[in-house]
T-cell receptor, first 113, second 113 residues
Framework: ETGVTQTPRHLVMGMTNKKSLKCEQHLGHNAMYWYKQSAKKPLELMFVYSLEERVENNSVPSRFSPECPNSSHLFLHLHTLQPEDSALYLC????????????FGPGTRLLVL | TQLLEQSPQFLSIQEGENLTVYCNSSSVFSSLQWYRQEPGEGPVLLVT?????EVKKLKRLTFQFGDARKDSSLHITAAQPGDTGLYLC?????????????FGRGTSLIVHP
């Protein structure tokens, strides 16, 4: 238990569906991250929110839309995804200005049909 | 783009053997981290190395940061089945007041009893 929870743990969706992934951190951190983990690829940083403001967006397609309503919650809204978007989506949090240790959630395993 | 190359990609050994995993880059990093990820879970931080030439020990695990802060190695002595997992290295670089990690592809380790 790392203090970061993600729901759902597994998700199957069609290309026309709209779904949202949720992440919650109970560590009092001020930065949250979304990563994509695919087989045979490095962990890819998608979005970074620091103090509830988006500070990094690594050329992620617009079919992925993040939302950070407060420092404890992070969402990833999904719409019209492609099969190649199937992956493990990991959320992480950290405290900016300190050791920068990232605490990861268990991830959401997404399958796009 | 800062890339981290990890080798080997896969490693399957018997309990009691020693092993070394390498993480190399052409870029200089502020610090470097090693994570371990078990199936169905997110990565968990093992260690952060900051100073060039630094060596840190964590029980049977020895971590070394290269003098030029471009590479690192992880050595496991007398591996045990509980060491099985995906080992990820991540180089940290400063971005907008925060430190953003760049991950390698990982080394998948299986230790057979």
């Amino acid at each position: 238990e790392t203090g970061v929870t993600q729901t759902p743990r597994h998700l199957v969706m069609g290309m026309t569906n709209k779904k949202s992934l949720k992440c919650e951190q109970h560590l009092g951190h001020n930065a949250m991250y979304w990563y994509k983990q695919s087989a045979k690829k490095p962990l890819e940083l998608m979005f970074v929110y620091s103090l509830e403001e988006r500070v990094e967006n690594n050329s992620v397609p617009s079919r992925f839309s993040p939302e950070c309503p407060n420092s404890s919650h992070l969402f990833l809204h999904l719409h019209t995804l492609q099969p190649e978007d199937s992956a493990l989506y990991l959320c992480a949090s950290s405290q900016v200005g300190e050791e920068e240790t990232q605490y990861f959630g268990p991830g959401t395993r997404l399958l796009v049909l | 783009t800062q890339l981290l190359e990890q080798s080997p990609q896969f490693l399957s050994i018997q309990e009691g053997e020693n092993l070394t995993v390498y993480c190399n880059s052409s870029s200089v990093f502020s610090s470097l981290q090693w994570y371990r990820q078990e199936p169905g879970e997110g990565p968990v931080l093992l260690v952060t190395v900051v100073t060039g030439g630094e060596v840190k020990k964590l029980k049977r695990l020895t971590f070394q940061f290269g003098d030029a802060r471009k590479d690192s190695s992880l050595h496991i002595t007398a591996a045990q089945p509980g060491d099985t997992g995906l080992y990820l290295c991540a180089g940290l670089h400063a971005s907008g007041g925060s430190y953003i990690p760049t991950f390698g592809r990982g080394t998948s380790l299986i230790v057979h009893p």
